[in-house]
């Protein structure tokens, strides 16, 4: 079953602007981590946030977790058009196995 | 050090016929997952494997899907017969021991015509 609803669906920027999505969950979670794909590959790991933090970086990216909402938000600064890719957020289920419940992607374009 | 491999790529076959796909995880992950990923949707988990035995197939519809881990390594998935609506990319991942991230295979892309 999908857990996590991101938004938007789709997003298009320019290259060198931000890029922020957002996912929301209705469970308790152990971590949150948020998977890059590109068209027809697989899927990427990026950045995992655990549920007691609230804010982490990893490079370009900075995620952020409000547990108390369940959302997270997911910022990339300065894209680039190698960004271009859909961008999925799984939250690792507490209280199933700790099998990750994944959400309906946001698809982001950067324009060159 | 080598990634999660699968084949094959590409499989195109028609209704009701069978179909298998591979997956070699990642040398020493336990943890062995096969996920359904329907166009425009997140990965749905199939079922996921603990060294060669089941630990979830909740999702697994065992009336026409099949998976098997015989020495806790590569791993199978099979259809028989498929339907349209199995047309999507099957996923493989592995995890190693207590860590939490999961690392994917390139997916097997399934249309079934």
């Known amino acids: 079953s999908q857990q996590g609803e991101e938004d938007p669906q789709a997003l298009s920027i320019q290259e060198g602007e931000n890029a922020t999505m957002n996912c929301s969950y209705k469970?308790?979670?152990?971590?949150l981590q948020w998977y890059r794909q590109n068209s027809g590959r697989g899927l990427v790991h990026l950045i995992l946030?655990?549920?007691n933090e609230r804010e982490k970086h990893s490079g370009r990216l900075r995620v952020t977790l409000d547990t108390s909402k369940k959302s997270s938000s997911l910022l990339i600064t300065a894209s680039r058009a190698a960004d271009t890719a859909s961008y999925f957020c799984?939250?690792?289920?507490?209280?199933?196995?700790?099998?990750?419940?994944w959400g309906l992607g946001t698809s982001l374009a950067v324009n060159p | 050090e080598a990634g999660v491999a699968q084949s094959p790529r590409y499989k195109i076959i028609e209704k009701r016929q069978s179909v298998a796909f591979w997956c070699n995880p990642i040398?020493?992950?336990?943890?062995l997952y096969w996920y359904q990923q329907i166009l425009g949707q997140g990965p749905k988990l199939l079922i996921q494997?603990?060294?060669?035995?089941?630990?979830?197939d909740s999702q697994l519809p065992k009336d026409r899907f099949s998976a098997e881990r015989l020495k806790g390594v590569d791993s199978t998935l099979k259809i028989q017969p498929a339907k349209l609506e199995d047309s999507a990319v099957y996923l493989c991942?592995?995890?190693?021991?207590?860590?939490?991230?999961?690392?994917f295979g390139p997916g097997t892309r399934l249309l079934v015509l």
């Open positions: 040398s020493g992950h336990a943890t």
């Open positions: 494997f603990q060294n060669n035995g089941v630990v979830d």
């Open positions: 469970t308790s979670i152990n971590n």
């Open positions: 799984a939250t690792d289920d507490a209280g199933n196995n700790r099998k990750l419940i």
């Open positions: 946030i655990r549920s």
């Open positions: 991942a592995s995890k190693a021991g207590l860590l939490e991230t999961q690392y």
